[in-house]
């Protein structure tokens, strides 16, 4: 069965400081990803997705990034945090087919920047 | 640029109802509906999905689809505490990603 990681689980971090979350999916292979924020009032945002190594489509124009280096591993970075960029980050992956494109979530990691 | 609506709530049933949650999406050339539940501090979970016009049912979930009326409902019968939570409608088509409404608070009062 498929399971996706998410780490860490909570952040805590300064304005400006950088930032490296990371997620990884077990048990599928080339799998579409997804960054999605979920910020307290607004619902969940879609940040950036990725249908293959290297390859990043961004949906929100921010001083965030994503990187995909591995068929199963997806990156969220950013060079300095802004206090707007709290919330909760959430990991998911899907299997495109013809007829199917659920999206499974992550556990997720809440961030804080103060 | 796409848009799925959902009454935030909260929305308070008796256990043992059924709860009735509603939908409304922009987007006419939408091909996939979801229902998320989540739990106060937990990711998505997914519960329902429905591609095409009609019901679908899954336990005590019914998943109802109106792509003329461009509308989403989900049914909960036999209502149970367990079932409060925040249901997440989502609409998609593709690889780039669902729109999700921002959620309606359900509470099942025992």
């Known amino acids: 069965s498929q399971t996706i990681h998410q780490w860490p689980a909570t ?3 300064p304005v400006g400081s950088p930032l490296s979350l990371e997620c990884t999916v077990e048990g ?5 990803l997804y960054w999605y924020r979920q910020a307290a009032g607004r619902g969940l945002q879609l940040l950036f997705y990725s249908v293959g190594i ?14 995909r280096p591995q068929d199963r591993q997806f990156i969220l970075s950013s060079k300095k945090l802004l206090l707007s960029d709290s919330g909760f980050y959430l990991c998911a992956w899907s299997v495109l087919d013809r ?15 103060l | 640029q796409k848009e799925v609506e959902q009454n935030s709530g909260p929305l308070s049933v008796p256990e043992g109802a059924i709860a009735s949650l509603n939908c409304t999406y922009s987007d006419r050339g939408s091909q996939s509906f979801f ?14 999905f429905i591609y095409s016009n009609g019901d679908k049912e899954d336990g ?16 909960i019968r036999d ?15 593709g690889a780039d990603g669902l729109t999700f409404g921002k959620g309606t608070h359900l509470i099942i009062q025992p």
């Open chain 2, 60 to 75: 005590r979930f019914t998943a109802q689809l109106n792509k003329a009326s461009q509308y989403v409902s989900l049914l």
């Open chain 1, 54 to 67: 290297g390859q990043i489509s961004s949906e929100v124009p921010q001083n965030l990034s994503a990187s």
């Open chain 1, 28 to 32: 599928t292979s080339n799998p579409n």
């Open chain 1, 99 to 113: 007829d199917l494109d659920e999206q499974f979530f992550g556990p997720g990691t809440r961030l804080t920047v």
């Open chain 2, 35 to 48: 229902w998320y539940r989540q739990y106060s501090g937990k990711s998505p979970e997914l519960i329902m």
């Open chain 2, 79 to 93: 209502s149970q505490p367990s079932d409060s939570a925040t249901y997440l409608c989502a609409v998609g088509g």
């Open chain 1, 11 to 13: 952040l805590v971090q």
